[in-house]
């Protein structure tokens, strides 16, 4: 990893480390509260919504030049934001700062991923740099929660909602030790120019047929991603393993994302990022097919190690693809960032719903039959799709 690239992936573990630690404490620091249990879960979900309705506005007004600003704008908000739970009484007040914490973590990661691919040193490897990328939002999520968690046991809830602020600062303290992307200073040929696109227009990116798929990937991997994490605890408990092994195999299976992501790029280099974006998620479903046949701690750890590796791969091969396939003169990296962190976000918000349903149709083991094999009928399906899409997005028009 050269130099300029490390120091670009240490904001990225400083952002994802404070929303983890922040979003580990928000349901037992309600629930101290006396929130009702029922408007928790409501209460916690307005920040990926507020997320998800940053996205594409973010991705709109991002330009190389603007970059800074726009960071160090909404790392502020969100540091400050975090710092504000300390003071939330009411159910509307806890809204208020969620809602200002969600939109704020959702421009300032859509920003942040376009900065950090034009600001790569020209002679960083692209393939590597993404899996780097990758690997540092593991990682942050991973320390974060690790941080989190001891911070709290000893401190308390109000400490680490203390600590995220920190976190969010450092991140904002490092974009002053930052020189200006190579875009800025020397020049792009690979980049948009111009004024930012109408809202519209940015929309109808999602029809070219290289972002539909690598939306379509984003999409149905972290619809996955949620059904496998959310009910393992239920259909854990069910078979006998305590909460403590449940958090072990939930444990490994994050640190498996975050030590194989940053090794991914040359596997996916040689393997090829297409192949392996569109392959790896059904693979990946065949692993957590698994385990309705395992009622014990080892076997369920070892499938979901292994379903980890794969989330890890796909996870790259398709950031890759977001960054090498869709040309960058005719949408912008800022508007390509944002609708696929949208997609991520639509992914995160349907899966849990998504396998509620079928669970409450199957039950919690057979959910993890059908709900993967309905996800890869639907990926295929969608994949399919794409290849018929016209590109509504014309170079110099919409």
């Known amino acids: 990893m050269k130099p300029g690239t490390l120091k670009l992936c240490l904001p990225i573990m400083a952002m994802t480390a404070q929303q983890t630690a922040a979003s580990l404490v928000i349901p037992p620091f309600l629930d101290d509260l006396h929130f009702p249990i029922s408007a928790i879960g409501t209460l916690i979900s307005v920040a990926p919504f507020l997320a998800l309705t940053a996205r594409l506005p973010a991705g709109m007004i991002y330009q190389a030049h603007r970059a800074r600003a726009l960071m160090l704008a909404s790392l502020s908000v969100l540091s400050l934001s975090t710092l504000l739970y300390i003071f939330v009484s009411t159910p509307l007040h806890f809204a208020l700062v969620q809602a200002a914490n969600g939109f704020s973590f959702g421009i300032a990661t859509t920003i942040y991923l376009a900065f950090f691919v034009d600001a790569l040193p020209p002679d960083e490897e692209r393939h590597h740099a993404m899996g780097y990328y990758a ?85 149905f991997l972290n619809m996955l991603h949620q059904i496998g994490s959310t009910f393992l605890p239920l259909y854990g408990l069910a078979v006998g393993l305590t909460l403590t092994e449940v958090g ?20 996916v280099k040689r393997l090829g990022h297409q192949m ?29 190690v292994f379903a980890g590796f794969l989330r890890a791969l796909v ?14 003169r005719r949408v912008s990296r800022g508007v390509v960032s944002g609708i696929y962190n949208a997609a991520q976000d639509v992914g995160n918000i349907l899966g849990p719903s998504v396998g509620g349903l079928i669970a409450s149709l199957v039950g919690v083991a057979k959910l993890f039959l059908a709900g993967p094999l309905i996800i890869v009928a639907l990926l295929f399906l969608s994949l399919w799709s794409c290849r018929y899409v016209k590109p509504s997005i014309r170079s110099g028009h919409s």
């Open 248 to 267: 072990v195999i939930r444990g490994i299976y994050s640190l498996c994302n975050a030590i194989t992501r940053p090794l991914s790029g040359p596997v």
């Open 135 to 219: 690997g540092s939002l593991a990682t942050g999520y991973s320390a974060g929660g690790f941080a989190a968690g001891y911070v709290a046991d000893r401190l308390g809830y109000i400490a680490t909602f203390k600590f995220g602020a920190l976190l969010g600062l450092l991140g904002l303290s490092m974009f002053f030790f930052m020189g200006k992307a190579p875009s800025q200073t020397h020049g792009d040929p690979h980049k948009a120019t111009g004024a930012s696109p109408s809202f519209w227009k940015s929309l109808r990116s999602i029809w070219d047929p290289k972002i539909a798929s690598v939306v379509v990937v984003a999409l």
């Open 276 to 304: 392996l974006s569109h392959a790896g998620l059904p693979i990946q479903s065949a692993f957590i097919m698994l385990v309705p046949m395992f009622h014990h701690f080892v076997p369920l750890l070892v499938v979901f």
């Open 315 to 328: 996870i790259v091969s398709n950031v890759i693809s977001m960054v090498e396939d869709v040309d960058a």
